[in-house]
């Protein structure tokens, strides 16, 4: 059973794992905003009874964000639960999910008051949105970096190689197969790092509450055209 914890005033998150073959898993993050007249939720889990009712005690779910091309899974489930929801998709996921109810695209602009959304680009095989929190100062990513602390046995064998993540915060490797074009890619990060935001939430690891900034300037060192990565 996940449950529903306060990560900072406004912001929330309910942890469960990822299964993605040969025996490994992933931490995965549900991160619940508060915003104007309720909630949003980006990167919905599997949800019951429990987990849904705590939810429900936070205000009427306003939106249901999908930040990129493969964290759906439970977009449908989420949007039954909650049919008064808006549901926003990442760039190009309502092609993907025919079968799936979508009232707008995600992109560059103002979910809420409280909300800001920025499409990263050059990664359209990933189409991945990353969404500022203003009240909290809080950077919400998905898949852009990750930050996986404690994986052991065949997990951490296969995440060392997939990706140098492992204990701070980091790209995935397989990001560089999905970024066609990584000037622009660094470009979008330089916009984020712009950002007046002093905590960085991902749905893969720790979230980083001190040194944010400079966690994710160093992270994300490939996509902004840096031969190796900096010292944090």
């Given at each position: 059973?996940?449950?529903?914890?306060?990560?900072?005033?406004?912001?929330?998150?309910?942890?469960?794992?990822?299964?993605?073959?040969?025996?490994?898993?992933?931490?995965?993050?549900?991160?619940?905003?508060?915003?104007?007249?309720?909630?949003?939720?980006?990167?919905?889990?599997?949800?019951?009874?429990?987990?849904?009712?705590?939810?429900?005690?936070?205000?009427?779910?306003?939106?249901?964000?999908?930040?990129?091309?493969?964290?759906?899974?439970?977009?449908?489930?989420?949007?039954?639960?909650?049919?008064d929801?808006?549901v926003?998709?990442?760039p190009?996921?309502a092609a993907?999910r025919?079968?799936?109810?979508?009232?707008?695209?995600?992109?560059?602009?103002?979910?809420?008051?409280?909300?800001?959304?920025?499409?990263?680009?050059?990664?359209?095989?990933?189409?991945?949105?990353?969404?500022?929190?203003?009240?909290?100062?809080?950077?919400?990513?998905?898949?852009?970096?990750?930050?996986?602390?404690?994986?052991?046995?065949?997990?951490?064998?296969?995440?060392s190689?997939?990706?140098?993540?492992?204990?701070?915060?980091?790209?995935?490797?397989?990001?560089?197969?999905?970024?066609?074009?990584?000037?622009?890619?660094?470009?979008s990060?330089?916009?984020?790092?712009?950002?007046?935001?002093?905590?960085?939430?991902?749905?893969?690891?720790?979230?980083?509450?001190?040194?944010?900034?400079?966690?994710?300037s160093?992270?994300?060192?490939?996509?902004?055209?840096?031969?190796?990565?900096?010292?944090?």
């Amino acid at each position: 059973m996940s449950e529903l914890v306060e990560i900072a005033p406004g912001v929330y998150e309910s942890m469960t794992k990822v299964g993605i073959g040969l025996g490994v898993s992933l931490p995965l993050r549900m991160t619940v905003l508060a915003c104007e007249g309720g909630v949003a939720i980006v990167s919905p889990i599997e949800m019951d009874d429990a987990l849904g009712n705590a939810v429900d005690a936070l205000g009427p779910v306003r939106y249901i964000l999908a930040p990129n091309l493969l964290h759906h899974m439970y977009v449908a489930q989420a949007a039954e639960r909650y049919p008064d929801a808006k549901v926003l998709g990442a760039p190009g996921l309502a092609a993907k999910r025919g079968d799936l109810r979508f009232d707008g695209e995600l992109g560059d602009g103002e979910v809420t008051p409280e909300i800001e959304s920025h499409f990263v680009r050059g990664a359209d095989k990933l189409a991945e949105v990353v969404f500022f929190h203003r009240p909290s100062k809080t950077l919400v990513v998905t898949d852009l970096v990750f930050n996986i602390h404690g994986a052991k046995g065949m997990s951490g064998l296969v995440l060392s190689m997939m990706s140098r993540a492992l204990g701070r915060v980091e790209q995935s490797r397989l990001l560089r197969w999905m970024t066609k074009d990584r000037a622009a890619a660094g470009k979008s990060v330089d916009t984020l790092l712009s950002l007046p935001f002093e905590r960085l939430v991902m749905a893969h690891g720790n979230v980083v509450e001190q040194g944010a900034r400079a966690e994710l300037s160093a992270g994300t060192w490939w996509m902004r055209g840096e031969s190796r990565r900096p010292a944090a």
